[in-house]
């Protein structure tokens, strides 16, 4: 079974803080996806990366950043932490073509105070 | 650019109901349908997918048509469960070539409660 994972359930961070989320995936995926899900907006897709050192802006970028130094690893980052970067980040992971599904870590809920 | 619209939550059924949710979209090109499943306090997990106009993806009781005539993939089930309570998205990618890498759009999410 593929196993997306990541870093942690919750956490909580103080307005200004640099945060790192982790995600790695077990199953050799070339595609990674880091999304924030929104009550009412659905997933919004932040950035991916389609193979290492890659990675390309999704429909919100502002405010993040990613690396992928390994193909297993994808790490999104908030370089200053906002309030309205309270949300829930997922994590995703897919084989290259374009009808492949994605599979889906657990989740980290993200609070900014 | 791509888009989808579901229909507007939550959605409240007793036990047995037949259900459906609708969901439409906009695209350029033939793009591959889905849709995802999030049960409480977990990522979410591909319930159904279709490929191309006219195929009907099915799992777990759930089915789907992809109807390019009508742009739609609306989802239903003949008789709901209480453990189908979760949240639902419709999703699809583009077919760009090799560009799109499989990049989803989701729609907004259908909140669904199934009551005993």
């Known amino acids: 079974d593929v196993k997306v994972t990541q870093s942690s359930r919750y956490l909580v961070k103080r307005t200004g803080e640099k945060v790192f989320l982790e995600c790695v995936q077990d199953m050799d995926h070339e595609n990674m996806f880091w999304y924030r899900q929104d009550p009412g907006l659905g997933l919004r897709l932040i950035y991916f990366?389609?193979?290492?050192?890659?990675?390309e802006k999704g429909d919100i970028p502002e405010g993040y950043s990613v690396s992928r130094e390994k193909k297993e690893r994808f790490s999104l980052i908030l370089e200053s932490a906002s309030t309205n970067q309270t949300s829930m980040y997922l994590c995703a992971s897919s084989l290259l073509a374009v009808y492949n599904e994605q599979f889906f870590g657990p989740g980290t809920r993200l609070t900014v105070l | 650019g791509n888009s989808v619209t579901q229909m507007e939550g939550p959605v409240t059924l007793s036990e047995e109901a037949f259900l459906t949710i609708n969901c439409t979209y906009t695209a350029t090109g033939y793009p591959s349908l889905f849709w995802y499943v999030q049960y409480p306090g977990e990522g979410l997990q591909l319930l159904l997918k279709a490929t191309k106009a006219d195929d009907k993806g099915s799992n777990k009781g759930f089915e789907a048509t992809y109807r390019k005539e009508t742009t739609s993939f609306h989802l239903e089930k003949g008789s709901v469960q209480v453990s189908d309570s979760a949240v639902y998205f419709c999703a699809l990618t583009g077919n760009a070539g090799g560009t799109s890498y499989g990049k989803l759009t989701f729609g907004q999410g259908t909140i669904l409660t199934v009551h005993p």
């Open positions: 990366s389609y193979d290492v050192k890659m990675k």
